[in-house]
């Protein structure tokens, strides 16, 4: 049983009709929100982009980022240096996008080279940025992979 609760204040909403919102994420400088927000029925495969105002919290949305219509993306999460973004999809790659820091915009790097997940789905993704392995699990089978990122980022001291 839970003992108490939290007060929560609702700062914003910043709906996008049609679309599902599968996955977030913040970079890691703060200044942005992206948030993968495809449509089932939608010809594109959008990733929002929301300037962030770091003392609020509230949102402006800033663009959209197109991404590959096969990726329809799903979980998210950024390198710490904050110049690429991993994301995983219902149609088999997991893709990592280059972002540059100036303006927030992203672009498709490709895929990761092992992926090869055939029609797992991988949905949730968890980096360990310090030795360059991305985790990616999958929904529709019981798999966690193990992928490399061919990068390492060394932890903040």
């Not at 939290?6 to 996008?16: H, K, Q, S």
């Not at 994420?25 to 982009?49: C, E, F, L, R, T």
């Amino acid at each position: 049983a839970y003992k108490g609760s939290i007060g929560v204040e609702e700062i914003g909403r910043n709906p996008a009709k049609g679309y599902a919102w599968p996955d977030l994420a913040i970079s890691p400088d703060g200044q942005n929100v992206y948030v993968n927000q495809w449509g089932y029925q939608k010809k594109d495969a959008p990733m929002g982009i929301y300037k962030r105002d770091a003392e609020t919290g509230t949102l402006t949305f800033q663009a959209t980022g197109k991404l590959p219509r096969a990726l329809k993306g799903m979980g998210a999460v950024f390198e710490p240096d904050g110049t690429a973004m991993y994301c995983a999809s219902l149609n088999d790659p997991v893709m990592w996008l280059e972002r540059d820091p100036k303006t927030g915009r992203l672009r498709p790097g490709g895929r990761i080279a092992e992926t090869g997940l055939g029609r797992a789905n991988p949905r949730h993704l968890a980096l360990d940025a310090a030795n360059g392995v991305l985790y990616a699990g999958c929904g529709d089978k019981d798999i966690l992979y193990v992928l490399s990122t061919g990068r390492r980022t060394p932890a903040a001291k």
